[in-house]
């Protein structure tokens, strides 16, 4: 037994060497590293080759950490698209609301100067852009033209309809209830009969958007922890693939923290490389559905555009991924390191 | 250095690997630890370098108990120690001086502090032109010789050793047990656990003996039982 292993190692060196010739070079490339931080103490210097070292095992199984990454980007992406979906909703539903004119009913009978008061009145409302008045006389004359029943009509004595005000409101971003106070206040006003406005639905549209913000928000949170378990799963398998290292560095005075360090590392990796992919996809598929949407925002006249992540978005986003892979890894590799330690 | 008082150790479900062992080392000593394979050999030195805890009784290293040392604490008191594998225990996708350094850099050793002390050691084993090589390119001597040097680098005051000439020939193995002879010349602690009783018996140092578990008076251990070695020899 003693003597064939002897022969079984001798015999390695010639299978290994297109190996060794690899290997080779990441040695002068460390000792390169090494020339630049000889100023670096220590602690921080072992701190900057664990980072490196990480990075650089990620490399040598490119397709699976490539794999990894992607799952974790889209992960990551899916909340995000989802919650500038939101936002961009609540955009157009703003503009929505702005767009909504108030129907103002005056009273039947009031006399031409009461409503040029009236109208005056409203007119200088602070939320009030401007306003069109039709008297009763031009209201019946629209309705003729557009009913198409004005033979009919015209056998009336009397005009039935009352005299007519289209109010419409300032520009209130994305503020619904303003144009709710207007409508009170407006209707509170003597020789008003009836303030109309189509509201509602933007409400309960506003409501609805406010479920689905809930939604997207559980759904964030679930795939925040999909990214966990992700990461912690990856670097279970890195834990098990590299038991004899962590063996052996056990075995020479490594303690828990220093044999945890790559594999924190490589979980802030997995999380700043997966969060930069998600960031990608993401400002991707905003370009992509982009351009229709301004297309079609055109034809309905308006110069709405489709928001993509703002100003530093990204950059949160990726900070959160890097929390979630350091977390992830966190927790997998103190689970993990200890069970192989009594196993 | 060493001192075992009274130490049992029984394996969980099995039966007892060592029993009643008692025995006192000290510093700059160098001994063999001997006995047939399964006499307990690799339990005692696994309880000097706290991989394993006795049952009962007291292992002290440099007056301290290993049973009441902190588990934080186990890294550093390993960091004293130098051990040395019969199966070398070498990182085989690091360089050589990578391997050597490794009990340096988990201790945040300076870097330029690290080559000094690395080349040092492989200087000692007679394999500083190696330092760039593999592990795999070396034969199996070389090897071991680069397991003695990751175990000596931090210059340790004990240096433990489990069979670190079981896959060696005889010549290869007088050279490695020439090494060990060396270091307890400088003042380091040699303990070296071995079943090559003809290699032992000619480097004429103290024997402690196991036999199932039990010391075995070493005044009688080294001749007495040389027959029955040889024959384990054979089937093991
Ligand atoms: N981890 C273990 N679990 C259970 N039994 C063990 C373990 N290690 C060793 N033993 C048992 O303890 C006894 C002594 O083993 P060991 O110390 O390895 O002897 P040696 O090194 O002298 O060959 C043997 O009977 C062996 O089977
Ligand atoms: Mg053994």
Redesign the pocket.
């Known amino acids: 037994m003693a003597r064939t292993s002897k022969h079984g190692a001798s015999l390695k060196p010639h299978a290994r060497n297109p190996i060794r010739k690899g290997v080779g070079r990441g040695a002068s490339v460390r000792k390169k590293a090494a020339s630049l931080n000889l100023s670096v103490g220590g602690l921080l210097g072992h701190h900057m080759d664990a980072a490196g070292n990480s990075l650089s095992r990620l490399t040598t199984q490119p397709f699976a950490a490539l794999m990894t990454l992607l799952v974790i980007g889209i992960a990551l992406a899916l909340p995000t698209g989802l919650h500038l979906l939101v936002q961009n909703a609540r955009l157009i539903s703003g503009e929505w609301a702005n767009a909504v004119d108030l129907s103002v009913y005056v009273t039947p009978g009031t006399s031409e100067e009461a409503l040029a008061d009236l109208s005056a009145q409203i007119e200088s409302h602070p939320l009030v852009d401007g306003l069109i008045v039709l008297t009763a006389a031009e209201a019946l004359e629209d309705f003729k033209a557009l009913s198409g029943f004005g033979a009919a009509l015209d056998t009336l004595e009397e005009n039935p309809l009352p005299a007519t005000m289209i109010v419409r409101p300032n520009a209130l971003d994305e503020n619904p209830e303003k144009v709710m106070e207007l409508a009170a206040e407006l209707q509170a006003l003597p020789r008003v009969d009836l303030v109309q406005l189509d509201t509602e639905w933007v409400e309960r549209f506003h409501a609805m958007l406010d479920v689905v913000r809930r939604v997207v928000m559980v759904a964030g949170i679930l795939l925040a922890l999909a990214v966990l378990v992700i990461v912690g799963n990856t670097i279970r398998m890195e834990i098990q693939q590299r038991r004899d290292e962590i063996e052996i560095t056990r075995l020479v005075g490594g303690s828990d923290a220093f044999i945890r360090r790559p594999f924190l590392y490589t979980g802030i990796w997995y999380g700043a490389l997966g969060g930069l992919i998600s960031v990608v996809l993401v400002t991707v598929a905003v370009h992509l559905v982009g351009g229709p949407v301004s297309r079609v925002a055109g034809l309905y006249g308006s110069d709405f555009s489709l928001r993509g992540l703002a100003d530093l978005q990204w950059l949160w986003l990726v900070l959160g991924a890097v929390v979630l892979g350091a977390v992830g890894s966190w927790v997998a590799a103190s689970r993990h390191l200890r069970h192989l330690e009594t196993g | 250095m060493i001192q075992f008082e009274k130490v049992t150790?029984r394996?969980?479900?099995?039966?007892e690997?060592?029993q009643a062992i008692d025995f006192k080392m000290d510093a700059g000593e160098m001994a063999f630890l001997t006995?047939?394979?399964?006499?307990?050999?690799?339990?005692?030195?696994?309880l000097i370098a706290l991989i394993?805890l006795p049952t009962s009784g007291h292992v002290f290293i440099n007056g301290r108990s290993t049973t009441t040392t902190p588990r934080w604490r186990i890294p550093l008191f390993r960091r004293q120690i130098g051990m040395v594998f019969q199966d070398h225990k070498l990182l085989y996708d690091r360089s050589v001086f990578n391997n050597v350094a490794l009990p340096l850099i988990v201790a945040s050793t300076p870097r330029q502090q690290i080559a000094k002390r690395v080349r040092a050691a492989l200087d000692q084993v007679g394999l500083l032109h190696k330092e760039n090589a593999m592990p795999m390119a070396l034969s199996t001597g070389e090897q071991q010789r680069v397991g003695i040097a990751r175990a000596v680098v931090r210059k340790p005051a004990l240096l433990i050793a489990?069979?670190p000439t079981g896959n060696l020939d005889p010549e290869l193995s007088q050279e490695i047990m020439a090494i060990f002879t060396r270091f307890s010349e400088v003042g380091v602690t040699v303990l070296v656990?071995s079943?090559d009783q003809s290699l032992i018996s000619s480097l004429n140092r103290r024997l402690i003996t196991?036999d199932q578990?039990r010391m075995v008076d070493p005044g009688i251990g080294a001749n007495a039982d040389t027959g029955v070695f040889t024959g384990d020899d054979g089937n093991g």
């Open positions: 150790k394996y969980p479900g099995g039966q690997a060592l006995g047939h394979s399964g006499a307990g050999k690799s339990t005692l030195l696994k394993e489990d069979e656990a079943h196991l578990g």
